[in-house]
């Protein structure tokens, strides 16, 4: 079955071409590709994802790797979903992931409205 946000001219790749292998163009793909996908409603800082892409191709970058989860994130369906879910939930966050800000766990979401704290 054919997906419509799968089809290849959606993809960043397609946009901008596949992330340069060398260390300096894939940086600024990476820099621009975040700025694109970005949230306008956070600042961009772009001296942090250029420091966060250099140590992802230091670490040694998996170009297949970042498309397949460009298409997992919205193959995964609605996420608002789990906020109906009601069981204990730990959510971890590895404060030496080059991949991902630890921020996340940093601060627990705001209990719902709805809930019963009881």
């Not at 163009?25 to 250029?50: C, K, L, M, N, T």
């Not at 369906?77 to 590895?94: E, K, M």
Request: charged share 25%.
């Amino acid at each position: 079955m054919a997906l419509p946000w799968a089809e290849p001219t959606l993809t960043l790749s397609a946009h901008w071409g596949a992330p340069p292998k060398n260390r300096a163009g894939y940086i600024d793909w990476q820099v621009r590709s975040a700025r694109a996908v970005g949230s306008p409603e956070f600042e961009f800082d772009a001296a942090v994802r250029a420091d966060r892409a250099a140590r992802v191709y230091d670490r040694g970058r998996d170009d297949t790797g970042m498309m397949r989860q460009l298409v997992t994130v919205p193959a995964s369906g609605d996420r608002a979903q789990l906020r109906a879910l009601r069981v204990p939930t730990l959510v971890l966050h590895g404060a030496a992931d080059l991949m991902r800000d630890a921020s996340g766990g940093e601060r627990p979401p705001t209990p719902s409205p709805k809930r019963n704290s009881s």
